[in-house]
C-alpha cells in the first residue's frame, strides 16, 4: 500500500504542530510517559508510523523494549507504575470514544488527577488529541511505519 500523499504540511501548519509539542513537553510530565500515551493511543488506532515513531523516540529516552512490548497488555503486567497506569487509562478512555464507550468517566479522571497536576493533565490530554490527529492522517494518507519518520 502506497502512502496517497507526496508532499509536506504547509510551513504554517508545521510551526502550529510545533508549538503544540513545545506546550506538551512543557508540561512537566515523564518523557517517557507521553510517548507511552503516544504509543498506546497509536496501536488502539492502527497508526503504525506513530507506532514505529512512538517505540524509537521511547528508546531515545531510555525504554526498555519489555515495558513496550506489553504496552498493549499494560493491566495485565507488572511493568508500568500506577502514574503511567493513569495516564495509560486515560489514554484509552480519551481514545476510544466511539461506538457508545464510555469514555473518560469520573473514576479514570480522578485516578489521573491524583497522580498529575493540572498542568501535567492538560498536557497528557493535548498528547492524546495530537496524537489520535496524526493517527487519523497516516490513516488516511496511507502513511506506512519508516518510509518518512
Given at each position: 500500500?502506497?502512502?496517497?500523499?507526496k508532499s509536506a504540511a504547509s510551513p504554517d501548519v508545521m510551526t502550529a504542530i510545533q508549538h503544540l509539542y513545545k506546550e506538551i513537553h512543557s508540561g512537566?510530565?515523564?518523557?517517557?510517559?507521553?510517548?507511552?500515551?503516544?504509543?498506546?493511543?497509536?496501536?488502539?488506532?492502527?497508526?503504525?508510523?506513530?507506532?514505529?515513531?512512538?517505540?524509537?523516540?521511547?528508546?531515545?529516552n531510555g525504554e526498555t523494549d519489555e515495558r513496550l512490548h506489553n504496552v498493549v497488555t499494560w493491566r495485565e503486567t507488572p511493568f508500568f507504575a500506577e502514574p503511567e497506569r493513569a495516564a495509560l487509562a486515560l489514554t484509552e478512555a480519551a481514545t476510544r470514544i466511539q461506538d457508545?464507550?464510555?469514555?473518560?468517566?469520573?473514576?479514570i479522571w480522578a485516578d489521573a488527577a491524583a497522580h498529575f497536576g493540572d498542568k501535567q493533565l492538560s498536557a497528557i490530554i493535548l498528547n492524546i488529541a495530537l496524537t489520535n490527529f496524526f493517527n487519523r492522517i497516516n490513516r488516511t494518507i496511507r502513511e506506512q511505519a519508516g518510509k518518512t519518520w
Amino acid at each position: 500500500m502506497e502512502a496517497r500523499l507526496k508532499s509536506a504540511a504547509s510551513p504554517d501548519v508545521m510551526t502550529a504542530i510545533q508549538h503544540l509539542y513545545k506546550e506538551i513537553h512543557s508540561g512537566g510530565v515523564d518523557p517517557r510517559v507521553l510517548e507511552l500515551v503516544h504509543l498506546r493511543a497509536s496501536q488502539i488506532n492502527g497508526c503504525s508510523p506513530c507506532v514505529y515513531a512512538a517505540v524509537a523516540t521511547a528508546k531515545k529516552n531510555g525504554e526498555t523494549d519489555e515495558r513496550l512490548h506489553n504496552v498493549v497488555t499494560w493491566r495485565e503486567t507488572p511493568f508500568f507504575a500506577e502514574p503511567e497506569r493513569a495516564a495509560l487509562a486515560l489514554t484509552e478512555a480519551a481514545t476510544r470514544i466511539q461506538d457508545g464507550a464510555a469514555g473518560v468517566t469520573d473514576e479514570i479522571w480522578a485516578d489521573a488527577a491524583a497522580h498529575f497536576g493540572d498542568k501535567q493533565l492538560s498536557a497528557i490530554i493535548l498528547n492524546i488529541a495530537l496524537t489520535n490527529f496524526f493517527n487519523r492522517i497516516n490513516r488516511t494518507i496511507r502513511e506506512q511505519a519508516g518510509k518518512t519518520w
